[in-house]
Nanobody, 124 residues
């Protein structure tokens, strides 16, 4: 199975920045589309960003567009989410997800593997 481990979360003031990292196991990582999702307490897990298996295509939910940047380094089996100008509404547990079928989807059920999540808290 594929193991995904997120890191880089923490407490940050509004307007600050964080970079989340997701370390993936397996040599097939470079063939997976990857996504970032987030879930706040009492809320649905929502799509944040996605990246194709080659990294040529990226996408973002409207609320983070222009502030967040997804990237990947297939040589290191890593995917990143650079988060700038953070807002209190960004507070959530952030999850890295892998889609073995490389659908490049915004929907949770299209992803096969999930990390344990990393907490991001943005204070005002």
């Amino acid at each position: 199975q594929v193991q995904l481990v997120e890191s880089g979360g923490g407490l940050v003031q509004a307007g600050g920045s964080l970079r989340l990292s997701c370390a993936a196991s397996g040599r097939a990582f470079s063939r997976y589309a990857m996504g970032w999702f987030r879930q706040a307490p009492g809320k649905e897990r929502e799509f944040v960003s996605r990246i194709s298996w080659q990294g040529a295509s990226t996408g973002y939910t409207d609320s983070v567009k222009g502030r967040f940047t997804i990237s990947r380094d297939n040589a290191k089996n890593m995917v990143y989410l650079q988060m700038n100008n953070l807002k209190p509404e960004d507070t959530a547990v952030y999850y890295c997800a892998a889609d073995a079928a490389s659908i490049y989807s915004t929907r949770r059920h299209d992803y096969d593997y999930w990390g344990q999540g990393t907490q991001v808290t943005v204070s005002s």
